[in-house]
Antibody, heavy 125, light 111 residues
């Protein structure tokens, strides 16, 4: 079945980096984009950025520019999100989500139709 | 960035109740509005796109008791007859412009 499986929980110290992986299966990896979304404990959803699995193009949310890098390995259908210079307020569950584009009368709509199970990243000294 | 505001932040309801959640955008987003359901400790689940179209993929087709409506700045998610499995937090998302933004969530609890 179509699924995204993420790497396990991480504990990092402030100033360190973390790299989370997201392995896709059940669909053609390069036919879709992937977004990364995070959720701080007890909080809502925050979009971090998007990348094309087809050509590697990226679009990062302004608040993460300079600290985040999203990459893919098409040979293993795996996407990666690296966040650097971690702070305590980066403690969150990080999700990858497949982006599909649905065409309807009047426009095309982005949808996050498949999500990974989430990776808890804890930043603590 | 477009701000998305949901109301209420939480509500208590009984099985069989009709439940309505509102999402308001800070500017006109036409119908570029999605809804997601999230249960504790789980990833969000995609429910509705283009404000009113139910996700119909197999095996995760959305039950017909869910419906969405609205355009412009005001949108609603309605559950016509609340079922035990519907107790969760619901999020709206605008995809009209980048960055995509989410509402703060509405938690539907058991009365």
């Amino acid at each position: 079945q179509v699924q995204l499986v993420q790497s396990g929980a991480e504990v990092k110290k402030p100033g360190a980096s973390v790299k989370v992986s997201c392995k896709a299966s059940g669909y053609t990896f390069t036919s879709y984009g992937l977004s990364w979304v995070r959720q701080a404990p007890g909080q809502g959803l925050e979009w971090m950025g998007w990348m094309s699995a087809y050509n590697g193009n990226t679009n990062y949310a302004q608040q993460f520019q300079g600290r985040v890098t999203m990459t893919t390995d098409t040979s293993t259908s795996t996407a990666y999100m690296e966040l650097r210079n971690l702070r305590s307020d980066d403690t969150a569950v990080y999700y990858c989500a497949r982006e599909d584009v649905v065409v309807v009368v009047g426009g095309t709509h982005r949808v996050f139709d498949i999500w990974g199970q989430g990776t808890m990243v804890t930043v603590s000294s | 960035d477009i701000q998305m505001t949901q109301s209420p932040s939480s509500l208590s309801a009984s099985v069989g109740d009709r439940v309505t959640i509102t999402c308001r955008a800070s500017q006109n987003i036409r119908n570029y509005l999605n809804w997601y359901q999230q249960k504790p400790g789980k990833a969000p689940k995609f429910l509705i796109y283009a404000a009113s179209s139910l996700q119909s993929g197999v095996p995760s087709g959305v039950p017909s008791r869910f419906s969405g409506s609205g355009s412009g700045t005001d949108f609603t998610l309605t559950i016509s007859s609340l079922q035990p499995e519907d107790f969760a937090t619901y999020y709206c998302q605008q995809t009209y412009s980048t960055p995509t933004t989410f509402g703060q969530g509405t938690k539907v609890e058991i009365k």
